[in-house]
């Protein structure tokens, strides 16, 4: 039986992994500062502990054959692009991958994956809404929009050198907004399919959504079990990357809160007001996963935000009701 471990297991898209490598036999080890709040919690072994302790990285790659470093500091655009969280961002992410790759270095362990974002491409290429750069060759010269990017930019180079310098297998992707149900969608780091699925929710019949900037801006974003599916064929395949993870349906912000407001059903406008919204417009380039991979995206945008409006209306629901 295969050995994994789970760095970031009781996040979002860490719980989605481990349950998806438990459903293939693996055997998984996960380990996060805090337990998964969804139930997301399938791990064979999970340890409540922080990666930016040397002794911790050490402990939880022992005897591991796989991992799948997920662990950052992280959050949606009001925890990202405001600028109030940038020496943590940097200083806990960065900390986080040097150990853990040092101590898997030391373990012999045979393969590591590590999930970068597309944060990390220039933010010249994404000034027109209508036409972003995201294919992977376009990140250099670098230029990230946030010091979020510029760590995950270095990490990437990281892993790298530690796979020329060491021999252990590295495998990088960069991933473009994965959402889905079991993820943060409240108290400021939700991502914006959660956060606008949420504001929907709690919408009264007949008033207003805000939604940051002018919602000219374009985005795309991946539903969970996509994502994992290409995670996992990046592991099997004998190409390292850097790869994007993501879906190439680009969608205006606009446009998207219009989306969340048909699947509730109900009439509402939105607002728009001023607030952090990062680069004009990212779509994913996905040339090179089709040619490396034979991956595509199997759930559309609109299947994958139904699924995921009805768990955070849900939850919305149950909230209320615990408050009344």
């Not at 662990?71 to 009001?78: E, H, L, Q, R």
């Not at 929009?145 to 060491?166: C, H, P, V």
Request: aromatic share 10%; with cysteine; proline share 4%.
């Amino acid at each position: 039986m295969k050995k994994a471990l789970v760095c970031g297991a009781g996040g979002f898209i860490g719980g989605h992994l481990v349950k998806r490598l438990k459903a293939e036999g693996f055997w998984v080890r996960g380990v996060d500062l805090k337990e998964n709040e969804y139930g997301n919690n399938m791990c064979d072994e999970f340890i409540l502990g922080d990666l930016r302790e040397p002794s911790v990285a050490r402990k939880v790659v022992e005897g591991i054959e796989e991992v799948y470093q997920l662990a950052a500091d992280m959050g949606g655009a009001g925890y990202i692009f405001t600028g109030e969280h940038d020496a943590g961002v940097m200083h806990n992410s960065a900390l986080c991958n040097l150990n853990v790759l040092d101590a898997a270095e030391q373990a012999g362990v045979k393969k590591i994956f590590y999930s970068s974002s597309a944060c990390m491409y220039p933010e010249y290429n994404q000034l027109d809404p209508d036409n972003p750069k995201c294919s992977e060759d376009s990140a250099y010269p670098a230029a990230p929009d946030s010091e979020y990017g510029w760590e995950k930019l270095f990490s990437e180079r990281l892993y790298f050198a530690y796979q020329r310098n060491t021999g252990i297998d590295v495998k990088v992707a960069r991933f473009h907004n994965i959402f889905g149900p079991q993820g943060t969608w409240t108290g400021g780091k939700e991502k914006a399919p959660a956060a606008m699925c949420r504001k929907v929710a709690e919408a009264e019949e007949g008033s207003s959504i805000e939604v940051w900037g002018d919602g000219k801006q374009t985005r795309s974003f991946l539903y969970i079990d996509d994502c994992v599916e290409a995670v996992r064929r990046l592991m099997e395949s004998d190409f390292s990357g850097p790869v994007n993870i993501g879906s190439e349906e680009m969608i205006s912000i606009n446009d998207f809160a219009r989306m969340a407001i048909d699947i509730s059903g109900k009439k509402l406008s939105i607002k728009n007001i001023p607030g952090p919204t990062g680069v004009r417009g990212r779509n994913s380039d996905n040339k090179l996963i089709r040619e490396k991979l034979g991956w595509e995206p199997q759930k559309t945008l609109r299947q994958g935000m139904e699924l995921t409006f009805k768990w955070i209306h849900a939850n919305v629901q149950k909230a209320a009701q615990e408050v009344s």
